[in-house]
Every structure is written in structure tokens, then in C-alpha cells.
């Protein structure tokens, strides 16, 4: 099996492999041995944050599976509690400790928080890390269109990424268009609708004529459509056969029938309607 990942271009001239593992409620205790399998089966690109709380485990994890630190690709995100400036500078300063890092390759805004209306301050922070190089690019998470303009307007660093909901059930084309537009790479998060969109008999039938599973098949639509996904599984045999969807494609067809599954169906929060700091 082919388990050479593809990296995406960035908009400030660095790249980001197109499939990484996620450690979204991965519980603390059970992070260090599922990244390391992780690594150790091939991923280079791990996406955590710090309400994760779980930062310390990836740290133990890439400690210990001993690859050259730029052969690694590392994102965090700030946490919702402090999107005030010098909060988000303590908080980042925090999970590089946490993580046993000297920098990071990539951090988010995990929300943008409308209600709170300090995303704009928080991104001067993040501009800041990216302008010091303890960041190598900077992005959004959950951010709409609305947001991202505000962004543009009154920053000064256009987002790298953006890292929003989407599965076959919710495409989230909205999204992915005004980030198309600006150059801003789209990651997926929940991509696989977080498992409740694997029973759909339309991927079962794609599956079976690829001789994949349900999850790869849609795991090769995101990549086709130029996505950035990292599913999450704690299952180590599940965690290697993530790797195993670059050796096939999906025709025209397939495509256009995973697309039309759209429901405009979240799974997780509204942009606009997650205000909760923590506090």
C-alpha cells in the first residue's frame, strides 16, 4: 500500500500534508501511545489544541518516536478563554512548554466567539507569534466568511488555513469557496461525521466497487476536493488504514454522488451561535 502523504501549498510559501491524525477527545492518559502509533505508521501531521488538554501527550509522543523536527507538522489552537492579546501570547507560550516544542508549524483561533468580539485582538497575538517564528503559518477554526472578512480587513496576515466542519452530510461549499478565493487552505474537521455518515448505502455501494471501506472512500473524496483531514480513530488498526486511500481514486461519478449526500447537515456548534469561553 502506498502511504506517501501529499502536502498543500500555503498562501506564505509553506506546505502541510494533506492527512494528519487528530487527537480531538483523545482522553490525556491515552495520547502519548495513540500519536506515537500514529507516527510510527507514517503520519507527519498531528492537529491538536489546548482545550484538548492533551497537548503534553503529543509532546511525550514525538519525544519519543525521535523524527527530525522538520519532518513533522504540528498544529494547536488557542483556547477559547483567551482571545484577549497578552492572554493568547501567555496561552501559546503554554503549549510550546506543554508540548516540549520550540515552535509550532500552525495555530488557530479555535472559535471566533461573536458574542465575546475579540477575535480581531486575538488575531494581532497570533500575528505576532507568526512575525516572531515561534509560529511557521497562522489560521482560523470555525471561522465563516463574515468572520474571515474582518480578518482581511483588519489584519495583516491573511489566514493560512481554515479549519471548519465537513462531511458528506454538510459540504460547507459557502466556506470553502470565500477560502478558495483568498488562497486560504480548507481542513475538515469530523470528516467522517464522525462515523455517522458511514451506514449511507450510496458509500457502502462506492465501496464495495473500490474494495475500500466506507471511511476511506470518503477520506479520498476530501482529498480529491483538495481538503486537509485528520480523522481520529483509537483504534491502531483503523489509524493505519486511514493511511491507505492514495493508491486509488474516485471517478466523476463518485465524486458528484458523495457531494450530492450534502444534507447541510452540522454536527457540531453554529460559528455564529458558540460563545462559550470555559469561564
Do not use: C
Not at 494528519?20 to 502519548?32: A, M
Not at 507514517?42 to 527530525?68: C, F, K, S, W
Not at 504540528?74 to 484577549?84: Q, S
Request: charged share 25%; net charge negative; proline share 6%.
Amino acid at each position: 500500500m502506498s502511504t506517501e502523504i501529499p502536502s498543500l501549498p500555503l498562501n506564505n510559501g509553506t506546505s502541510i500534508p494533506q492527512l494528519g491524525y487528530g487527537v480531538f477527545k483523545v482522553p490525556p492518559e491515552e495520547t502519548r501511545e495513540l500519536v506515537l502509533t500514529a507516527l510510527e505508521a507514517g503520519y507527519r501531521h498531528i492537529d491538536t489544541a489546548q482545550m484538548y488538554r492533551n497537548e503534553r501527550g503529543v509532546g511525550e509522543a514525538i519525544a519519543a518516536a525521535g523524527l527530525p523536527r522538520d519532518e513533522l507538522f504540528v498544529t494547536t489552537k488557542l483556547n477559547n478563554a483567551f482571545h484577549e492579546h497578552d492572554a493568547a501570547l501567555e496561552a501559546f507560550d503554554r503549549s510550546l512548554e506543554e508540548l516540549g516544542l520550540d515552535h509550532v508549524d500552525l495555530f488557530l483561533i479555535h472559535w471566533p466567539l461573536p458574542a465575546v468580539g475579540r477575535f480581531v485582538e486575538a488575531w494581532g497575538a497570533l500575528e505576532e507569534l507568526y512575525r516572531s517564528g515561534r509560529t511557521r503559518a497562522i489560521g482560523t477554526s470555525n471561522f465563516q466568511p463574515h468572520h474571515l472578512r474582518r480578518i482581511l480587513a483588519e489584519g495583516t496576515v491573511v489566514p493560512a488555513v481554515n479549519q471548519v466542519e465537513i462531511h458528506p452530510w454538510f459540504g460547507n461549499e459557502e466556506v470553502r469557496a470565500f477560502d478558495a478565493e483568498h488562497d486560504i487552505v480548507t481542513e475538515a474537521w469530523s470528516p467522517l461525521g464522525r462515523g455517522r455518515v458511514l451506514e449511507d448505502p450510496t458509500l457502502a455501494r462506492i465501496a464495495a466497487e473500490h474494495g475500500r471501506t466506507p471511511a476511506q472512500v470518503v477520506l479520498r473524496w476530501h482529498v480529491q476536493r483538495g481538503d486537509v483531514v485528520f480523522p481520529k480513530s483509537a483504534t491502531p488498526s483503523r489509524i493505519r488504514e486511514n493511511l491507505e486511500i492514495f493508491d486509488f481514486e474516485l471517478s466523476g461519478g463518485d465524486m458528484a454522488s458523495i457531494t450530492g449526500l450534502d444534507r447541510g447537515e452540522r454536527i457540531g456548534s453554529h460559528p455564529d451561535e458558540m460563545n462559550n469561553t470555559g469561564r
